[in-house]
């Protein structure tokens, strides 16, 4: 997927599996709302003009397509973020078009995280902030083996799946 920058907030150093092109920051301490909300405002402080779109590391079945059209520069105007659902009620995505450290704290501070009604409450703040969102299509993170699954069901010639299917057929975890 084209992108001026790519950004990872790291807990830990990076190893030999981080690509090449990639920018790696701290992640901040505290819970989630606030590592989500640093994380937004690492992208504001390195590219200050620049939209930043933050996406979970367990979508493991998300490819560029599904961001490609409505991350595109023709569908930009008048979108002020993205926001991705998942099927737990959670999202996989949450993009802002101008980011600032100002607004992704006012949007993420105190956002209960991993519960069933996580998404509706960061829908009310991007309404409540009067934000143009474009809904992304509906995924399924990866928080359960029956997740992990059901990902690998969806996506089956993915790397994720081919690991899930060794992992399955290892004798000391096979069910």
């Known amino acids: 997927m084209p992108a001026g920058r790519r950004l990872l907030v790291l ?7 981080l690509p090449p092109g990639w920018e ?19 992208a504001a402080r390195l590219a200050p003009a620049a939209p930043a779109l933050l996406v979970g590391m367990d979508t493991p079945q998300l ?3 599904t961001l490609a059209e409505p991350l595109s520069a023709a569908r930009r105007p008048g979108t002020d973020a993205w926001y991705g659902p998942a099927a737990d009620g959670g999202f996989w995505a949450l993009g802002l078009a101008r ?11 105190d956002v209960p995280m991993s ?9 009310r703040r991007l309404a409540e902030a009067g934000l143009d ?15 992990a699954r059901k990902v690998a069901a969806e996506a089956p010639g993915s790397r994720f799946a081919a690991r899930l299917r060794s992992l399955d057929s290892a004798p000391e975890v096979a069910s």
């Not at 701290?26 to 690492?42: E, V």
């Not at 980011?99 to 501070?109: D, F, G, I």
């Open 24 to 42: 790696v920051v701290p992640q901040c301490g505290g819970g989630l709302d606030r590592r989500l909300a640093d994380a937004f405002a690492h």
């Open 115 to 123: 519960t069933p009604d996580t998404g509706a409450a960061l829908l």
């Open 11 to 17: 807990d830990g150093a990076p190893g030999r599996w």
């Open 99 to 109: 980011p600032t450290p100002q607004l992704a704290a006012r949007l993420l501070h």
């Open 63 to 65: 490819d560029a397509a």
């Open 133 to 147: 969102v474009h809904r992304l299509p509906e995924l399924r993170d990866v928080d359960t083996v029956d997740d």
